[in-house]
Every structure is written in structure tokens, then in C-alpha cells.
């Protein structure tokens, strides 16, 4: 168990979250040309989860909301292609012309990653959880004050 508070080990966590955070979106959307999807995402943001329940700064809730939805995801979008004549798990590409950024081009598979992302996530919650995750970020909360003694 970690017995001490680091406040700059804490620090560097928050700052470096939102760039993780970044690079796994990132990972997600590009990964259908690129290196990289639903599953490299999910683990990105499973260390991002991971190291923020070892500093403290959030305890590890939502695994089976998060695995029982991505998996609901993935399902109906596995089966829908059935629902109109096509195969399972067929792809259907998208493209529109939006103002902004132009020509934007996505398919079925996108929906089917996230669904991935949300297991992984789900899976690295819930491995965090059985292994006293929320106890280390309770014990983690608990900060010495300047006289030695722990806050509640």
C-alpha cells in the first residue's frame, strides 16, 4: 500500500491527463487508416484511469455500466446490417460535406470501436476495483497536514 502523498506526483497526473486523454481520442478515430482504435484507446485511457486512482484523484466506479454498454453497442451494431439484407458486422461508410472541415468520411466500424473503448475501460475499472483500487483512493485522500496528522 502507498503510504505517502506526493503532491508533485499528483500534479504531474493531473496536468499530463488531458494530453493521454488527447492521444487515445486520437487513437480512436484513426484508428481505421492508422495504427490504433477502439482497443489501443481503451487502453490509454485505462492508464490515465489507472494513475489517477493510485494518486487519489478518482476511485475506480462504472465497470459494469461501461462493459455492459459497450457491449450493448457493439451488438446492435454488429446486427444491424441483418435488419436490411446485408451481412453481420458489414460496414456501411458515411460521407458528408460539412462547412467547417469539409469533406468528412466515417462508418459503422466507429460506433463499433467506441463499444470496444467503453469494454476496455470498463474491464481496467473493474480489475482496479477487485485489486482495493477504492481503498488506495480513499487512503490517498486522506492528506497530512502540516503537523503530521492525517485529514479526514
Same mark, same amino acid.
Do not use: C
Given at each position: 500500500?502507498?503510504?505517502?502523498?506526493?503532491?508533485?506526483?499528483?500534479?504531474?497526473?493531473?496536468?499530463?491527463?488531458?494530453?493521454?486523454?488527447?492521444?487515445?481520442?486520437?487513437?480512436?478515430?484513426?484508428?481505421?487508416?492508422?495504427?490504433?482504435?477502439?482497443?489501443?484507446?481503451?487502453?490509454?485511457?485505462?492508464?490515465?484511469?489507472?494513475?489517477?486512482?493510485?494518486?487519489?484523484?478518482?476511485?475506480?466506479?462504472? #465497470?459494469?455500466?461501461?462493459?455492459? @454498454?459497450? *457491449?450493448?453497442?457493439?451488438?446492435? /451494431?454488429? $446486427? %444491424?446490417? !441483418?435488419?436490411?439484407? =446485408?451481412?453481420?458486422?458489414?460496414?456501411?461508410?458515411?460521407?458528408?460535406?460539412?462547412?467547417?472541415?469539409?469533406?468528412?468520411?466515417?462508418?459503422? #466500424?466507429?460506433?463499433?470501436?467506441? @463499444?470496444? *473503448?467503453?469494454?476496455?475501460?470498463? /474491464?481496467? $475499472? %473493474?480489475? !482496479?476495483?477487485?485489486? =482495493?483500487?477504492?481503498?488506495?483512493?480513499?487512503?490517498?485522500?486522506?492528506?497530512?497536514?502540516?503537523?503530521?496528522?492525517?485529514?479526514?
Amino acid at each position: 500500500m502507498i503510504d505517502s502523498y506526493s503532491p508533485v506526483t499528483r500534479l504531474g497526473i493531473q496536468v499530463a491527463s488531458p494530453f493521454a486523454i488527447m492521444v487515445g481520442v486520437y487513437l480512436l478515430f484513426a484508428g481505421h487508416n492508422n495504427p490504433g482504435g477502439g482497443f489501443a484507446a481503451g487502453l490509454v485511457f485505462g492508464a490515465v484511469i489507472t494513475l489517477r486512482v493510485l494518486v487519489g484523484l478518482q476511485e475506480p466506479n462504472g #465497470a459494469t455500466e461501461l462493459v455492459a @454498454g459497450g *457491449t450493448l453497442l457493439m451488438v446492435i /451494431v454488429s $446486427i %444491424a446490417p !441483418l435488419l436490411w439484407g =446485408g451481412v453481420l458486422l458489414d460496414q456501411q461508410v458515411i460521407e458528408a460535406e460539412l462547412p467547417v472541415l469539409g469533406k468528412v468520411k466515417t462508418g459503422s #466500424a466507429l460506433p463499433f470501436d467506441i @463499444g470496444v *473503448t467503453a469494454v476496455v475501460i470498463g /474491464v481496467v $475499472i %473493474a480489475l !482496479l476495483d477487485g485489486l =482495493g483500487g477504492t481503498e488506495l483512493a480513499k487512503s490517498m485522500n486522506q492528506q497530512p497536514t502540516a503537523d503530521g496528522e492525517e485529514s479526514p
